[in-house]
Nanobody
Framework: QVQLVESGGGLVQAGGSLRLSCSLSGRTFSTYAMSWFRQAPGKEREFVAT????????EYANSVKGRFTISRDNTKNTVSLQMNSLKPEDTAVYYC????????????????WGQGTLVTVSS
């Protein structure tokens, strides 16, 4: 069974940090570029960050550039999102996503979605 499972969400004060992790089972992790998206209440799902299969290339949404870092460990089949200097507007459900074809930055480029993990940033 193909599955992406996220962990690490929670409640944090503004200015704080959280680290999200995501693991892929049922497929060869290194053949997938990995991405993070997020969806705030009442808003569309939006791109946050993406990383290439090897981990050598990463791209970020302007809203998180300089604060978030995406990384991956192909020996552990995991991708992580380190989130620093969190703001209340970062509050959202964060989704891990996988694609063999794209460093996905739009939802229609994603092949596999995780179930999401909630991040709440209080002011």
């Amino acid at each position: 069974q193909v599955q992406l499972v996220e962990s690490g969400g929670g409640l944090v004060q503004a200015g704080g940090s959280l680290r999200l992790s995501c693991s892929l089972s049922g497929r060869t992790f290194s053949t997938y570029a990995m991405s993070w998206f997020r969806q705030a209440p009442g808003k569309e799902r939006e791109f946050v960050a993406t990383i290439s299969r090897s981990g050598g290339v990463a791209e970020y949404a302007n809203s998180v550039k300089g604060r978030f870092t995406i990384s991956r460990d192909n020996t552990k089949n995991t991708v992580s999102l380190q989130m620093n200097s969190l703001k209340p507007e970062d509050t959202a459900v964060y989704y891990c996503a996988a694609s063999r074809t794209f460093m996905a930055k739009t939802t229609n480029q994603v092949e596999i979605w995780g179930q999401g993990t909630l991040v709440t940033v209080s002011s």
